[in-house]
């Protein structure tokens, strides 16, 4: 069986870093999402560029550029990578551990950006995985369905043979439009429930 996991909600804690970022480039929280969604500054045609880094179209240094021009802001620190520090859910990761000792493949289908990845891969964070799909490498993110037909046929799975948790329903709804078994992410305990594991 495959088992695609969610990673930031699900097996790390999200961390939400804009407030922070606003903080240290001397701004409020609410400008640097109006400058990110494209709503606030100079005008362009990259619209939210957080979704555009999450979907590939161009990476954190250049988010950044673009953050520049529309703000007037200067920015020479990569904030996103630096101020990125989620914690790990235990529980997930005990059950992540269970499901691949039983024989499952395990991976991990996330919707980031390059310097979280990055961030990431530096903490050692996937190395619990067998496989990382991240979305700004894939071209495309979640709830996009051909988020998991990437997934799908380079790990040459079926849908009826995959399992997908996240703690995004749209995500969870997308996935099983596919036919995907797929759960709704509140808690490693309930989960493991529904999945009929003890942790």
């Not at 969604?37 to 590939?56: L, N, R, V």
């Not at 953050?67 to 200067?74: A, C, L, T």
């Not at 529980?91 to 000792?101: N, Q």
């Not at 067998?130 to 380079?154: H, N, R």
Request: charged share 30%.
């Amino acid at each position: 069986m495959l088992y695609i996991f969610d990673m930031g909600g699900v097996v790390t804690t999200t961390a939400n870093v804009f407030g922070e970022c606003a903080r240290r480039i001397g701004i409020t929280e609410e400008d640097f999402i109006s400058y990110a969604k494209g709503t606030k500054g100079k005008g362009d045609s990259y619209g939210d560029m957080i979704k555009g880094a999450s979907d590939g179209d161009f990476s954190t240094k250049e988010l950044w550029k673009i953050f520049e021009e529309r703000s007037g802001i200067r920015v020479k620190t990569d904030w996103l990578h630096y101020l990125f520090h989620p914690e790990y859910i235990k529980g997930t990761r005990r059950l992540v551990a269970l499901l691949k000792s039983q024989g499952n493949r395990v991976v991990c289908g996330t919707n980031t950006i390059d310097s979280h990845y990055h961030n990431h891969l530096e903490r050692g964070d996937y190395t619990v995985f067998d496989q990382t799909y991240a979305s700004c490498f894939m071209g495309v993110s979640k709830p996009d369905v051909e988020f998991w037909k990437i997934i799908l046929s380079a790990e040459n799975a079926k849908p009826e043979d995959t399992v997908f948790i996240d703690d995004r329903e749209e995500n969870v709804n997308a996935a099983r439009s596919l036919g995907i078994k797929s759960y709704l992410f509140t808690d490693a305990f309930t989960l493991a429930k529904e999945l009929d594991i003890k942790l």
